[in-house]
């Protein structure tokens, strides 16, 4: 496929110096106790916002945390994100407790050159994920210019990641989008062959668009985790009480024709670990997929699936992987995951991994320093590798 580099104007492009700059960030963490329990998003965010301050850029940052569904709800606030923020900088980050209004303009204006200021969470408001133009517009009259840094929301058209930049008629990528968008661009148009793609997870109906999309793309595909049984189920295969999509079976097999007909390798179990219900501690046993018992459910790929995905990945110069090949978080069903992860990190390829289980399988196996690129937006990866437009990206002005 021909190189088709997406190119948007970078932060690194605009004069900064006296602008109050929003900068749509992705700080949606986990907070235990009023404390951020998990800050990678926020580390991520960390060289756009430094270097905003250091071009003497004011610093207005805006991000949604949770599903407060339009409501103000204190657990979703994100003043225990400030505070860390602050640690992080070194320096104190000016929370307001809005994010349109009197007061906010009022926090706005007094704010000095390289100073920070964190917005409270936008999906306080309704008119946020209903892209509602007047609360675009009240946004927006915070800024001068706009940059969007916030790849995990990309594919969602909400008032801070579309509208504001749709009022000001420009926008530019931070840091943390110009590397995704890198990345995620090499891999669909410059990827070097062969190129191994590897599915897991539990639904076909969150995959089938990028399954489909990367019959173009891979020469190999290995799927694994729950979708692989509606795959195995729509080969004739008896899988017992493992998870299936019924409703997806006809997909399922038109996508497997597909492969055939192209002459595309698509590697499926041979083996699994079932168990007579998902839970810790409960007995378990590998088994070929041809003698599933009919009141037990596969949970993890077995260990003549995870030599043969070796093999294929081992020849691999470009992988990208997106879910879980088994119940990761249960320690007994995690083997085929971990054993993926450090393949993935051995293989010398290109290595793409997205979609936060996969990143937790990667980070839990010690390996994350060895991929190549770990994608902070599961959906929004997904999204961009079925070929798919996302809005937070196409708002952005062409370079």
């Not at 997806?248 to 002459?263: C, P, T, W």
Request: hydrophobic share 45%; net charge negative; aromatic share 6%.
């Amino acid at each position: 496929m021909a190189a088709r580099k997406i190119a948007k104007k970078s932060v690194r492009d605009l004069e900064l110096a006296r602008k109050r700059v929003f900068i749509r960030v992705d700080f949606n963490v986990p907070i235990q106790d009023g404390k951020v329990g998990d800050d990678t998003r926020i580390q991520a965010a960390l060289p756009t916002i430094r270097l905003v301050k250091d071009k003497g850029g004011k610093v207005i940052l805006a991000s949604h945390l949770g599903r407060p569904k339009g409501e103000r709800k204190p657990e979703y606030s994100l003043a225990p994100v400030a505070e860390r923020l602050s640690e992080l900088l070194g320096e104190e980050v000016v929370f307001v407790d809005d994010c349109i209004g009197e007061k906010v303009q009022k926090a706005v204006s007094a704010l000095k050159e390289g100073q920070v200021l964190l917005l409270e969470n936008v999906r306080f408001y309704p008119g946020e994920t209903k892209n509602d133009p007047e609360f675009a517009r009240a946004l927006a009259a915070l800024a001068d210019e706009y940059v969007n840094d916030a790849f995990g929301t990309a594919h969602r058209a909400h008032a801070s990641t579309v509208g504001v930049p749709q009022v000001l008629g420009r926008g530019a990528a931070g840091l943390l989008i110009e590397k995704e968008l890198e990345a995620l661009s090499r891999v669909l148009y410059e990827a070097e062959k062969p190129v191994v793609a590897i599915f897991g997870g539990a639904k076909v109906s969150d995959k089938i668009e990028v399954l489909e999309n990367f019959l173009n793309l891979a020469d190999c595909i290995l799927l694994g985790g729950g979708m692989a049984f509606t795959f195995l189920k729509a080969q004739g295969k008896e899988v017992g009480k493992s998870l299936v999509e019924e409703d997806k079976l006809g997909v399922a097999r038109q996508f497997l024709d597909e492969a055939l007909r192209r002459k595309l390798f698509v590697g499926l179990p041979l083996d699994v670990v079932v168990a007579p219900k998902l839970e810790a501690g409960v007995e378990s046993r590998v088994v070929s997929v041809d003698e599933i018992p009919a009141d037990w459910m596969g949970l993890d790929v077995g260990p003549k699936t995870i030599q043969e995905f070796r093999r294929k990945l081992a020849d691999a110069k470009t992988i990208i992987w997106n879910g879980p090949l088994g119940v990761f978080e249960i320690e007994q069903f995690a083997k085929g995951t971990l054993a993926i992860a450090e393949a993935v990190a051995d293989s010398g390829a290109f290595s793409l991994v997205g979609g936060g289980d996969s990143v937790s399988a990667v980070n839990k196996a010690g390996v994350a320093e060895k991929i190549s690129h770990i994608s902070t937006g599961g959906g929004a990866s997904l999204e961009f590798l079925a070929g798919k437009e996302l809005p937070g990206i196409a708002v952005l002005s062409d370079k």
